[in-house]
């Protein structure tokens, strides 16, 4: 399969001064995507390490690519899966967490600190795993912070959760068409439909008794979802200046 | 996603209509000029395209037969939501108006999978099927709002899996596939807003299917109790990892679990 890649990204660029900017301006041509990314086949017993081991992710020019491939692909979302689970994490820690929401929304956040958590560790033993006896690198832990978001108002937290999950959800459903090894498509339908459940409570307790929880700016009029590839998805996500470490993705769509 | 311009892709591959195996060459000769600059790629076998790369080895699992099969087993499960809710909000003094806006919501998007489906199944789609929502007298959904909601999460949640556990099947054409997965949340939001009108929580913990829920829904939760995904249990690494403990529920509500297409249906031909 043949991919054209054009896409240059970068993403948190608080850390990076002008000079190294410019590193991440780096374009990229065709690009074959496929046999090397087979990352359950990436040992070096079969042809499948003739791949582009290029692609898989690593730092490049000082800067951590999430690669191309099934690997780019799964390290993307396991991206992702670090900003949402950080995020709850700081919920359910803050001081003002039993003050600022009622019984229900405690349950709702502590929930999903614990499904974002476990989708986190889970992409990191995986990916890990998946990548050993290859030359890739797992991605390294991102650092986060989020101006903006008042840990102690209930506003302020439920919209930045809804906003999290609805584009998580949008994500996945945006990555699977790229996903070549059937196992990992099966794996991301696994936690895309949970991020969706996600999604929906998030909603309701914003909007209870209302359409919120599926709502018409996301669900079009043949009744699907909002679906967008990691070129669409990685500024979107940039632009809420929460991921405060650099990395790029020349190798996604 | 554009709905012609997924027909398009979907009838340029091949997929559907070449499965009409029995048409005639009348037929054929009808498709190639529908399909026009596509007819080349049409004439095309299916697998051959794959041939060039390793992901031709899971590709060629699939057959254009199995393509179609996910997508009819979709069209049923839809045309029984679609019927379902339809007959509920027609049914006067159902639904609590406290409820009526998600209940409508769930509708139309319900009735709108059924003609995208139809659409795109074009002359595969089968016809709706007679539903007997009262499983021959054993539930009253349309008088008893108690045992709509339950019909109505073990439908939804019923649903999620299904296409899920259909994914694979349709990974060979990108655009029904994104399609299929962006109809899967849909029915995920749906099945957390019913399970939550219901007081349950809105995901799935472990096989269970929840309070008030009668016995003759399990099969609809059997199986949700894996922890294993990929070859990793989750719930043995987390344990040995100094990750901070869940509960034990955790492991299993954050990742729900593919149905097989058998087993949908079977759930399904409960109600026709």
Redesign the interface.
Same mark, same amino acid.
């Given at each position: 399969?043949k991919k054209t890649k054009v896409t240059v990204t970068e993403l948190g660029t608080q850390k990076a001064g002008l000079a190294s900017r410019r590193s991440f301006l780096r374009v990229t041509g065709l690009t074959l995507a496929?046999?090397g990314l087979?990352l359950a086949?990436c040992n070096n017993d079969d042809?499948?390490s003739s791949g582009p081991s290029g692609e898989l992710p690593g730092v490049r020019n000082g800067v951590f690519d999430l690669g191309g491939g099934d690997a780019g692909i799964l390290t993307y979302a396991y991206a992702l899966e670090q900003l949402e689970a950080d995020f709850y994490t700081r919920v359910v820690n803050s001081n003002s967490f039993g003050t600022t929401f009622n019984a229900e929304e405690r349950?709702?956040l502590s929930?999903l600190y614990?499904?974002e958590?476990?989708?986190r560790?889970?992409f990191k033993?995986?990916i890990g795993?998946a990548l050993e006896g290859t030359n890739g690198e797992l991605l390294p832990n991102l650092e986060f912070n989020y101006p903006g978001v008042n840990f102690g108002n209930r506003d302020s937290v439920l919209g930045t959760a809804k906003a999290l999950e609805d584009t998580g959800?949008k994500a996945?459903?945006?990555a699977?068409?790229y996903?070549?090894?059937?196992?990992?498509?099966?794996?991301a339908?696994?936690?895309?439909?949970?991020?969706?459940?996600?999604?929906?409570?998030i909603a309701?307790l914003i909007s209870p008794?209302?359409?919120a929880?599926?709502p018409n700016d996301l669900?079009?009029?043949?009744?699907?979802?909002?679906?967008e590839k990691p070129s669409v998805i990685i500024p979107q996500v940039a632009a809420l200046n929460f991921i405060q470490t650099a990395f790029t993705a020349a190798y996604l769509d | 996603?554009n709905?012609l311009k997924l027909i398009e892709s979907f009838t340029n591959e091949g997929v559907v209509q070449s499965l009409s195996v029995k048409s005639s060459r009348r037929d054929s000769f009808t498709q190639f000029g529908k399909v026009g600059t596509g007819a080349a790629l049409a004439a095309i076998p299916f697998i051959s395209l794959f041939t060039?790369?390793? %992901?031709s080895a #899971?590709a060629a699992?699939f057959s254009p037969e199995t393509e179609v099969a996910a997508l009819k087993l979709a069209l049923t499960l839809e045309y029984l939501e679609k019927e379902f809710y339809l007959t509920a909000l027609n049914s006067t003094g159902l639904i609590p108006s406290?409820?009526q806006?998600?209940i409508?919501?769930?509708s139309?998007?319900?009735?709108?999978?059924v003609?995208?489906l139809q659409t795109a199944l074009a002359a595969n789609a089968q016809a709706k099927p007679e539903f007997d929502f009262t499983v021959g007298g054993a539930f009253d959904p349309f008088n008893n709002y108690d045992e709509f909601l339950i019909l109505a999460q073990a439908f939804e949640d019923t649903g999620?899996r299904a296409?899920?556990g259909q994914?694979?099947n349709l990974?060979s054409n990108?655009?029904l596939?994104?399609?299929a997965?962006?109809?899967?949340?849909?029915? %995920?939001?749906? #099945?957390?807003?019913i399970r939550?009108l219901r007081g349950l929580?809105?995901?799935i913990v472990g096989n269970q299917r929840g309070a008030g829920m009668p016995e003759a829904t399990q099969a609809v939760y059997n199986g949700e109790e894996n922890t294993i995904?990929?070859?990793?249990n989750?719930s043995t690494?987390?344990a040995s990892?100094g990750?901070?403990a869940?509960?034990a529920g955790?492991?299993t509500?954050?990742?729900?679990?593919?149905m097989d297409r058998p087993t949908a249906e079977a759930i399904a031909g409960l109600f026709y």
């Open positions: 399969m496929g046999t087979l086949g042809d499948s349950q709702v929930d614990a499904h958590v476990l989708h560790e889970f033993v995986a795993a959800v996945y459903n945006g699977g068409r996903i070549e090894n059937p196992e990992y498509l099966v794996i339908g696994k936690i895309v439909s949970v991020e969706a459940r996600h999604a929906s409570a309701s008794g209302t359409a929880f599926a669900i079009d009029s043949n009744g699907l979802e909002k679906a | 996603m709905i060039t790369n390793k %992901a #899971a699992m406290a409820d806006a998600i409508a919501q769930i139309q998007h319900e009735t709108a999978h003609a995208f999620v296409y899920k994914a694979g990974k990108g655009d596939l994104t399609a997965l962006q109809i899967h949340s849909v029915e %995920a939001r749906h #099945a957390s807003q939550r929580k809105g995901w995904h990929g070859g990793v989750i690494f987390m990892s990750n901070p869940f509960g955790s492991y509500e954050a990742f729900d679990e593919p």
